[in-house]
């Protein structure tokens, strides 16, 4: 008796399922805009964290909902005292110079995404390229951006967006139930 109803759930969940696992790698009607990129994407190559060893987040990105409310545009990860920082990726430093009251260095990577740390103490002048893994400066003494102790915020942003940091280190996909076989 339990067989049929148990078929009958099987399908149904199937027929609910399949479509979600299909419809990501089916290529949209020709002529339609791209599909905006998933928050779920695989790290980006070449991208590296900016301290070694990988450090813990001590507070994640949180995009405000309008560009002019509270948020947090960036990740904080902790850090020790004077530790060195390192170009995530080749680019060339757009700005090094003291932002309000803290040492901040952006590096240009090009097709429209810009990295931000503070508070950072560096030598490097506006236009200096740098490769990946590079050092950029050290954290700066005082005054760290963190209250629970030294850290670095680092930010990115995608023309004038920012955007989570970690999804260019960090793999964040979830578990995906794929297809069998094909």
């Known amino acids: ?32 805009p791209p599909r905006a990129a998933s928050p779920w994407a695989a790290p980006s190559a070449g991208w ?4 070694a060893p990988r450090p813990a987040v001590v507070r994640s990105f949180d995009a405000p909902e309008k560009p002019w409310l509270a948020g947090h545009r960036g990740v904080d990860l902790a850090a020790s005292p004077e530790q060195e920082l390192r170009s995530p990726t080749a680019g060339v430093v757009a700005f090094a110079g003291t932002v309000v009251d803290r040492p901040v260095v952006t590096i240009d ?27 950029l400066g050290r954290l700066s003494r005082g005054d760290t951006h963190c209250r629970a ?3 670095v915020h680092w930010g990115v942003r995608e023309g004038e967006d920012y955007v989570d940091p970690l999804k260019f280190v960090a793999d964040t996909r979830p578990s995906v139930l794929l297809p069998w076989g094909g």
């Open 109 to 135: 990577h090009g097709n429209g995404l810009r990295s931000s740390f503070e508070p950072i103490e560096t030598t490097l002048a506006a236009g200096t390229r740098v490769a990946a893994g590079q050092t």
């Open 1 to 32: 008796m339990l067989a049929p109803f148990a078929g009958a759930r099987l399908a149904l969940a199937l027929a609910l399922l399949v479509p979600w696992l299909v419809l990501p790698w089916t290529a949209p009607p020709p002529g339609s």
């Open 48 to 51: 590296e964290w900016p301290l």
């Open 149 to 151: 102790g030294p850290c």
